[in-house]
């Protein structure tokens, strides 16, 4: 093939051109997805106390407001005492992350008041968060696993499974016939 200097140079031009486009669209997205971690920090447990008063269950949202608070609180002592510094070197407050905190926070809550059938969404959305955090270069992810410890540990222990009404029967077959067992839990 035969270049001459003025296609090279358009090449260049448009390849330039191209990386700069691609750059800003990448920083744009970047941008963007530290955006929704931050939204989504406040969200996620907005909608579970929201949930929980829609749902009448008081107790619940009583609970999770008490693990919160604790599980913030922690969080905000940690971030002054330990003194570790965040990756992009701007202070020195990472550990643990605060967004990583509030999301875990509902989840932890949802996995120890409703099942994990219930939590398992709520830990991706959680996890997405830490995700945001750590690609902004704001945290490691030992913060936001530390976070993620320290929101289960506030909610195993202020938060009490919610206990439902349920019977369960299941057949029973053995050596001397057949039955059914019955069992409630009130």
Wanted: aromatic share 10%; hydrophobic share 45%.
């Amino acid at each position: 093939m035969n270049f001459s200097p003025i296609s090279t140079s358009r090449r260049g031009v448009a390849l330039l051109g191209l990386g700069a486009a691609l750059s800003m669209s990448t920083a744009a997205w970047a941008d963007g997805q530290r955006r929704a971690g931050d939204v989504l920090s406040y969200a996620m447990p907005l909608g579970v106390a929201a949930y929980e008063l829609y749902q009448g269950d008081r107790e619940g949202a009583w609970q999770f407001g008490k693990a919160f608070v604790v599980t913030m609180g922690a969080t905000e002592v940690l971030k002054r005492t330990t003194n570790v510094e965040r990756p992009d070197h701007s202070d020195d407050e990472s550990f643990p992350s605060g967004h990583a905190s509030r999301a875990f926070s509902a989840a932890t809550y949802m996995h120890r008041r409703h099942g994990i059938e219930a939590a398992w969404p709520m830990y991706l959305a959680a996890t997405y968060v830490g995700w945001t955090r750590v690609d902004a270069n704001r945290h490691r992810w030992g913060d936001v696993l530390g976070s993620a410890a320290l929101s289960a540990a506030a909610t195993w222990w202020l938060v009490d499974p919610k206990e439902e009404r349920r019977v369960t029967v299941l057949p029973l077959i053995g050596p001397r016939g057949a039955g059914v067992e019955v069992s409630a839990r009130w």
